[in-house]
């Protein structure tokens, strides 16, 4: 399972209501989650831009979206967004194939391939 950042805000309606009737929010996000294959792994609140960040593993970027695509359809939420997250190991392995492209791309006005360092 990959592992998914989901941040974003509330609406000035939303907070209103949540206010005046908290509720178990992760309780609410792990039943959309697990209802298509997905599982809530933590979920904080924070200051800022951003109310909130879950992680959330999911099984490929389409389980990932349609948690992201259901709650945000509820109109609630603002400036949602959806990072996949790369562990460690994975990064090793983005570098190497970036390496090998990297000395086949040709930027916009070269006639060559840039020379990788």
Do not use: H
Request: no cysteine; proline share 4%.
């Amino acid at each position: 399972m990959g592992k998914y950042a989901v941040m974003g805000g509330y609406t000035a309606e939303t907070w209103a209501r949540f206010v005046q009737n908290p509720g178990d929010r992760a309780a609410a996000v792990r039943k959309a989650a697990e209802s298509v294959g997905a599982k809530l792994d933590s979920i904080y609140w924070t200051f800022g831009d951003d109310d909130y960040l879950v992680i959330v593993d999911a099984p490929d970027d389409v389980t990932a979206a349609a948690v992201s695509v259901a709650v945000g359809s509820s109109g609630a939420l603002r400036n949602l967004r959806t990072i996949k997250l790369i562990t460690a190991d994975e990064l090793q392995k983005v570098l190497a194939k970036a390496k090998t492209a990297a000395g086949a791309y040709v930027p916009p006005g070269a006639r060559e391939p840039v020379a990788t360092r």
